[in-house]
């Protein structure tokens, strides 16, 4: 058997092709992490409550629940070429769609805008991840997910980066009270001024977006296929659903996702009130925990060579859970860098269940892999949840105890992993 450390991760024919493919696990990555700023920013803008703000992570990550499966049967009949510039297209659009937004000053609109966008990723990540995965052997293609992926964060980094220069730091000084003392007139200006910063970064991301577009349509991608002969999508449903090791994987996805959201989502509120910060200011924390984010993911990637990937992820949800505890009942800059600190612990999750989920589908590769997007739906609940306990409660430390809770499925999904599947070598997921 070959030294799992020694399998090629891409052949030199692919190498730039894979190099464009992994482009874009960074651009979703900036969108993905430029929306979790927006919470602080129309909560601010719109002097709205935890739970109305929480509706841009419903709009978002429930247009991914909605388009995963279209994609998964659009790709199936097409090419994965063909759903990586359906979904940068609808990227684009949904970014463009701000502006049209910005000048209704309609929250409704704006979370229209969202969806379409996210809709666009939905299609962009259900096409991106299975064709990086087979996009050279099979031996190293959790590995060769997790390399990609991470630049995922290198992304995020970047979409926090203009949400802080060009959204939060745009915002107007009045908090809430103050604005109730406006005249309409004078609310109308603050509001059209800082929903004009809003618009003007995603507008100007979206016109980036179309020359990426362009640039792919006329690259020679790989064809790559899941082989076979195409099944009804009754029969892939049937073999996935009675696949245990599948079904779980797309449940710990589920609550993994909610965790990471709900982590990311409250990092601002919590270091602003923890620590008597502005919106901009506090956004420094959610930046340092991106940048973590990152280094931590180039390192387990390096780890898996000699680590599985299955007990290296029940490990770190154990370390996510101690420091989510420190968050709930700790304090000040003690529970402000603990809560950076999480996001070390998340770094290797999303592609790591992913791979392990998705290992030995065969034919039912990009049906399984539109079920663990679908499961991107998680963002979208538990964010939504934990901002009722906030409001509830009014206590943002107890609301942590919701991705405390999720990072139990992830340690049980490890856990279970690395029992029934020793039968398959390490090189089987990366490891």
Known sequence: MNNPSKTALVSKATLWPFILLTSLFLLWGLANNMTDTLLAAFKKILSMSDTQTSLIQLAFYGAYFCLALPAAIYIKKYTYKSGVLLGLGLFAVGGLLFYPASITMSYGFFLFALYVLAGGLSILETSANPYIMVMGPEASATRRLNLAQSFNPVGSIIGVLLSKLFILSQLNVAEADERSKMTIEQLQ???????????????GVALFLVLMWVLIKFTKMPTASEGGLQDSLGNGLKRLLGNKNYVFGVLAQFFYVGAQIGIWSYTIRYVMIELDMNESDASDYYLAAIVLFTVSRFLFTALMKFVRPSLLMAISAMGAIALTMVVIFGNGMVGSVALVCISGCMSLMFPTIYGLAAEGLGDDTKLGGSGLIMAILGGAIFPFIQGLVSDGLDSI???????????LVVVAYGLYHYKHKKEIPAMAAGD
């Open 189 to 203: 200006q603050v509001r059209q001024a800082e929903l004009d910063a809003v618009m003007s970064t995603y507008v």
């Open 397 to 407: 430390h107890l609301s942590f105890f919701v991705p405390a809770a999720c990072y």
